[in-house]
């Protein structure tokens, strides 16, 4: 049985709801499958005022801890079109990993949100998937074996390179039941993939 992580960073809760989305799909498959997030960099009095979600549940993951698992699913909302600062800080801190080739040949993907169709989606997926080709990591994105990426009925997120959702300009969208089985969809590739590797 392989072990996953989906880590990631969540402002208002989207990210949050699709890295469980992309566990449920992991577990299904038969990984072990941990969910946690990393450290929030923006001082307090701001995170409330900006009425950002600090009630989540998944524990604060450290960097040390990523060589502990065969496959690696990042997940952040976009910030101009490439991922988070919180999530930057926290890769940009394992130069060490990388040095000792400690996630060489493990497996990764990444998720993220946006709050337009157009708003980065997938330039942001890239600036993940980049640090992790970076790692030595063998890269699962999201096929169009999820059928749902293509409907034009409805707004949907999801691309070939990961899973997606779209937020809307003031954060009030979710993700959708299409959007969440894309995650889902996503992590049990991923679990497949790290099975037949390490398992």
Same mark, same amino acid.
């Given at each position: 049985?392989?072990?996953?992580? %989906?880590?990631?960073?969540?402002? &208002?809760?989207?990210?949050?709801?699709?890295?469980?989305?992309?566990?449920?799909?992991? #577990?299904?498959?038969?990984?072990? %499958?941990?969910?946690?997030?990393?450290?929030?960099?923006?001082?307090?009095?701001?995170?409330?005022?900006?009425?950002?979600?600090?009630?989540?549940?998944?524990?604060?993951?450290?960097?040390?801890?990523?060589?502990? &698992?065969?496959?690696?699913?990042?997940?952040?909302?976009?910030?101009?079109? #490439?991922?988070?600062?919180?999530?930057?800080?926290?890769?940009?801190? !394992? @130069?060490?990993?990388?040095? *000792? @080739?400690?996630?060489?040949?493990? %497996?990764? !993907?990444?998720?993220?949100?946006?709050?337009?169709?157009?708003? @980065?989606?997938?330039?942001?997926?890239?600036?993940?998937?980049?640090?992790?080709?970076?790692?030595?990591?063998?890269?699962?994105?999201?096929? &169009?074996?999820?059928?749902?990426?293509?409907?034009?009925?409805?707004?949907?997120?999801?691309?070939? &390179? @990961?899973?997606?959702?779209?937020?809307?300009?003031?954060?009030? *969208?979710?993700?959708?039941?299409?959007?969440?089985?894309?995650? *889902?969809?996503?992590?049990?590739?991923?679990?497949? %993939?790290?099975?037949?590797?390490?398992?």
């Amino acid at each position: 049985m392989s072990k996953v992580l %989906v880590l990631y960073y969540s402002s &208002y809760g989207h990210i949050e709801t699709m890295a469980h989305a992309i566990a449920e799909g992991a #577990r299904a498959a038969g990984a072990s %499958v941990d969910v946690k997030r990393v450290p929030e960099t923006v001082p307090d009095a701001i995170a409330q005022s900006a009425h950002f979600k600090l009630d989540q549940a998944a524990p604060v993951a450290t960097v040390a801890e990523l060589a502990d &698992y065969d496959a690696i699913v990042i997940g952040t909302g976009t910030r101009f079109g #490439r991922m988070s600062s919180q999530m930057a800080a926290f890769l940009d801190q !394992a @130069g060490g990993l990388w040095m *000792r @080739g400690a996630l060489n040949g493990k %497996v990764g !993907a990444a998720f993220t949100s946006t709050g337009s169709q157009h708003g @980065g989606q997938e330039v942001t997926l890239f600036s993940i998937i980049t640090n992790l080709l970076h790692f030595g990591m063998t890269i699962v994105g999201l096929p &169009y074996s999820h059928q749902g990426q293509m409907s034009v009925d409805e707004i949907v997120g999801g691309s070939p &390179y @990961g899973a997606t959702t779209v937020a809307g300009p003031d954060g009030s *969208r979710q993700p959708t039941a299409i959007d969440l089985e894309g995650a *889902r969809h996503q992590g049990e590739l991923v679990a497949r %993939v790290a099975n037949k590797i390490f398992g």
